[in-house]
């Protein structure tokens, strides 16, 4: 009897409880999906900041990156997110930034878990909620900053309905301290104060049981605008943020800002967990509270409208998904036929809650944890890297110290490589386009297209070369122009120069 007891002991010291299973699923996750970044070479830039702020102790104000807006003033937004991936990637490369992502997803994963078992969820639905959390949080899995944005978003929402639901009001305080950090990590600290608007208002609403908070919810607010402003930007950083937003012309050509595509993968996924929520809604609609209906269809409209808020919804809505599935198996009556199949799983997910009480930390999930770290940060560190198939890594690798004369015309898309593994070469424009601005963003439209104009771009930004894609009508136009020769060519990338001393460089 003894020894079975102390089975039954160890067992819960080392049995991971689900919520770690669920940031364990997360990390993972992030970490496979971060080992070969395609499309994306934003992150690039990010690290390259963090390095300069490092190594010189100093947040830039001017840009000092691009040829085309060198000097210009700039607004720091994400220096504390730039900062911790240039850490990193001092540390171990791309493999370091990409285990401190996948930690930041791992964790937003655990907090959606944590949320959806507080709203009155055992283990079982909370899971399920989580899981389809998770897979959505995929469809912006990318090494930046706006990660950041997700996990303090969940955690704001984490926190304000606990004390809606009941738990100490005390832990308002640790809102203003979130605020602090969110804003210095990235913009998105704005979703904060959506939240606090959403919560605010349903203390005011009659019969409400948040009524009594009313005053510190209040004054948390005040701190948390108070605290938003002690970033090196202070006030401007409120301006900068959100007049991003009506630039029409930036956000409509950015992938990530335009509503989902239903006909791919990641669309489907979404139009089925929205399907799923209606149907929760519908069933049991009479218990649903004005927070959870606000977080529902106010995340999802964001959601609708732009993609990268899916993730977003993915975290402040889909896990009251968790509590609407407990209640709706509750009340048998509502479900017919399926009454039965409803009391099942209602009966695992009370007996897994009696389960979790028991299980203890665990040593199990730290030590694969530990392991996965120590594992990618040596053996598959040479496995992280940037896809050469997206980026012109075999065309950078030949071009000169400096680079040829002039000033080059890269694809934005490419930007971010350009300046982390090229700082030698500053750069036409990359992918923070909130700061290069409309014009100039026309500007770099109108030439790679061939637009009439496109011969006064060159010579107005002194462009001697070119780094672009091999479909751009650019280089069509250039190889028909006296005075300038294709220098390099692969399945990639193409180099066009005006330097007549200039000489292939690669393989024709």
Not at 241 to 256: K, M
Not at 386 to 413: C, I, T
Not at 478 to 487: A, N, P, S
Request: charged share 15%.
């Amino acid at each position: 009897m003894r020894s079975r007891r102390d089975a039954h002991s160890l067992a819960s010291r080392v049995i991971p409880t689900f919520g770690l299973l669920i940031f364990a699923v997360g990390f993972i996750r992030g970490l496979v999906g971060l080992r070969l970044l395609r499309g994306d070479g934003d992150v690039g830039r990010h690290i390259r900041v963090g390095q300069d702020i490092l190594a010189t102790g100093r947040i830039p104000a001017v840009d000092t990156y691009s040829h085309t807006m060198r000097g210009a003033p700039f607004v720091p937004y994400e220096w504390l997110s730039e900062v911790l991936v240039g850490k990193a990637d001092a540390l171990s490369g791309l493999a370091g930034v990409a285990v401190l992502s996948a930690l930041v997803f791992g964790a937003t994963s655990w907090v959606a878990y944590r949320i959806a078992r507080l709203v009155g969820s055992g283990p079982l639905f909370a899971i399920l909620a989580a899981g389809l959390g998770l897979v959505l949080q995929t469809t912006h899995l990318l090494p930046r900053p706006h990660l950041f944005t997700t996990l303090f978003a969940a955690l704001f929402l984490w926190l304000l309905e606990a004390v809606r639901l009941g738990h100490a009001r005390q832990l308002l305080l640790a809102l203003p301290v979130l605020m602090l950090v969110w804003a210095n990590l990235h913009g998105g600290f704005l979703v904060g104060f959506v939240l606090l608007a959403v919560y605010l208002a349903d203390a005011w609403l009659p019969g409400s049981t948040a009524r009594s908070h009313r005053g510190v919810l209040a004054g948390v607010t005040a701190a948390c605008l108070l605290a938003s402003l002690l970033t090196p930007a202070g006030p401007g950083l409120w301006a900068h943020t959100t007049g991003y937003l009506g630039v029409d012309f930036l956000v409509d050509r950015t992938i990530e800002y335009q509503s989902p595509d239903f006909h791919a993968t990641y669309g489907r996924a979404l139009l089925l967990v929205i399907l799923m929520g209606i149907g929760l809604l519908a069933t049991g609609s009479s218990r649903v509270s004005f927070v959870e209906t606000a977080m529902f269809a106010g995340w999802l409209a964001a959601a609708l409208h732009s993609g990268r808020n899916i993730p977003l919804f993915a975290v402040l809505a889909v896990p009251f998904y968790a509590a609407w599935a407990r209640r709706v198996c509750s009340d048998p009556a509502r479900l017919g036929p399926l009454s039965t199949a409803a009391g099942r799983l209602l009966t695992v997910d009370t007996e897994l809650e009696r389960t979790e009480r028991v299980l203890r930390p665990a040593l199990l999930s730290a030590a694969v944890t530990l392991g996965v770290l120590v594992f990618a940060l040596g053996p598959l560190r040479a496995g992280f890297r940037f896809d050469p198939s997206f980026f012109p890594v075999e065309a950078l690798s030949r071009v000169p110290a400096g680079g040829l004369r002039g000033n080059v015309l890269n694809d934005m898309a490419w930007g971010g490589y350009l300046l982390l593994e090229r700082p030698d070469i500053p750069v036409f424009m990359d992918g923070q386009t909130d700061f290069y601005g409309a014009d100039l963003g026309r500007e770099y439209v109108g030439a790679m297209a061939g637009l009439p104009d496109w011969k006064q771009v060159l010579e107005k930004y002194g462009i001697g070369w070119t780094l672009t894609g091999t479909d751009a009508a650019l280089v069509q136009l250039l190889r028909c122009e006296d005075g300038w020769i294709e220098v390099y060519r692969d399945d990639v990338a193409v180099i066009m120069s005006s330097d007549p001393s200039s000489r292939r460089v690669g393989p024709p």
